[in-house]
């Protein structure tokens, strides 16, 4: 089993705009479940209490790595990761056996 965790800290100054962005990440994200070959996606959004955390976290199982390469490379995932993308200053992620 691959555990696959990704924070991102978005780039928007406005807090409202912060939250639309964050918001349209968990949508397109958990939008994978059933369709991707994932054991487990969660997506969670930072409360927001504590300055300098990163605002959003994914947390992913997936059952092999080649499962998980699948994963990144289908167009629905491509497609999340262009909205990302064009959303985050920063992007962190590390993935390990479990």
């Not at 928007?12 to 990440?25: F, K, P, T, V």
């Not at 504590?50 to 289908?74: C, E, I, K, P």
Request: charged share 30%; aromatic share 6%; hydrophobic share 45%.
């Amino acid at each position: 089993m691959i555990r696959h965790i990704v924070m991102w800290r978005l780039a928007a100054e406005d807090a409202a705009q912060r939250e639309a962005d964050a918001a349209g990440i968990k949508q397109r994200l958990e939008a994978l479940r059933g369709v991707v070959a994932a054991e487990r996606i969660d997506v969670g959004v930072d409360v927001g209490e504590t300055s300098g955390n990163w605002h959003v976290v994914l947390v992913s199982d997936f059952a092999t790595r080649d499962d998980l390469d699948a994963y990144q490379m289908h167009p629905q995932h491509q497609e999340a990761a262009g909205f990302i993308r064009s959303v985050v200053d920063a992007r962190s992620c590390v993935d390990y056996e479990l």
